[in-house]
């Protein structure tokens, strides 16, 4: 199961908990049909500010936390877990010097001597 899969059984959950609609929803915080509509379905993640805007909307704190926890992965290079914050392109890294050294070591292995 996706995580974006998982986020949406949870959002359901909740929908169902306070009886509302996506378009209730989607108009209480703001956001666009098709994209909350996304999210019930399970086809997309949101990004963190708007896991944010439905937790507070909704009064339902766990869909942050798990929006946080499903975002949470491992830096490609110094293994320290990191948040991705969503948009897009997928983050590799938790910080500019680990992105840094990782290109500064490939560029050396491609190098002919």
Do not use: N, Y
């Not at 110094?78 to 500064?104: F, I, L």
Request: hydrophobic share 40%; charged share 25%.
């Amino acid at each position: 199961m996706t995580p974006a899969q998982q986020w949406g059984i949870a959002f359901r959950r909740v929908l169902r908990r306070r009886g509302l609609t996506v378009q209730a929803v989607a108009q209480e915080a703001a956001l666009s049909p098709t994209t909350v509509g996304a999210w019930w379905r399970g086809q997309k993640l949101p990004i963190l500010g708007h896991a944010r805007t439905m937790a507070e909307a909704l009064c339902a704190d766990e869909l942050l936390s798990m929006c946080l926890r499903l975002r949470t992965r491992l830096c490609a290079l110094c293994v320290q877990p990191m948040v991705d914050g969503g948009r897009h392109q997928r983050k590799r890294h938790c910080s500019r010097r680990c992105a840094d050294t990782e290109r500064m070591r490939q560029a050396r292995g491609r190098t002919t001597e």
